[in-house]
Each structure stands twice: as C-alpha cells, then as structure tokens.
C-alpha cells in the first residue's frame, strides 16, 4: 500500500484494512508516527512548564499569590501524569521495534486497531483489561 501525500494512511483508512493486515508495516508505521507526535508534543508542554514556573510573578495580594500558586500546582500534576505518560509512549515504541505491538500481554490475541487509536500505549485487550478492573475492584489495588 503505497503512501503519497494525497494516500496518506489516515485512522479511517486504517480501521478498514483487513484483519489479515493487522498490525503490518502500514500500520506499524502509522502507531509509531502517532506515539512519536504524542512525546513531541508532550516534551513540548514540559518545556513550556519550565519556562512558566521560571517567570517570577511579584503579587502583592495573598488571594492573588495563593491562587497563582494553585495554578502552578495544578500544572505540575499535570505534567506528573504526562511524565508517566511518556514513560508508557516509550515502551510502546520498544514494542513496535521489537515486532510485539498490538498484542494483548495476557492473551497473545490482538487488542484491535479501534482501541489502539483511543489508546496507543495500550498492552491489553479490552476484555483483558476489563478481566483485571474486576480483579482490583474485587480485591482493591
């Protein structure tokens, strides 16, 4: 499947490939690409975090100064998650390298092209990841 500019693979096309295709050199390609624009952008909003949190604020007001500082906790936690996020994007990449992309870790079974565009970091199945929400909420974290 050649890919020009005008050909160029989108997530509809993808989802209409044929089961026989899954997880192929298109849309290997397609998965790494996705997860590559994913940590671009998610460097992109540390950087961004950094030069906020450097830009010294002189507010005299308390109210004005606490909720500066909510703003800037807020925001930390934030980049938390997307730090952690990062962490998934790049075992996901070591999983395209390595030929083990878009397959369940439990199962062996495909986790589907649908579910890996909603979730490009995912490494179960949905019913192996509904399988393991029973489990935790049966028997807590």
Known sequence: MA?????????????KMPTKDYMNDVQLAFFKQKLLDMQAELLQ??????????????????????????????????????????KKIGQAIERIDSGDYGWCEETGEPIGVGRLLARPTATLSLEAQERREKVQKMYGD
């Open 45 to 86: 909003n540390a950087d961004d975090t950094t030069e906020h949190l450097r830009e010294n604020e002189v507010v005299p007001d308390p109210a004005d100064r606490a909720t500066i500082e909510e703003e800037h906790a807020l925001e930390l936690r934030t980049r938390d998650r997307e730090r952690k996020l990062l």
């Open 3 to 15: 890919q020009d500019r005008k050909g160029a693979m989108t997530e509809e096309k993808l989802l």
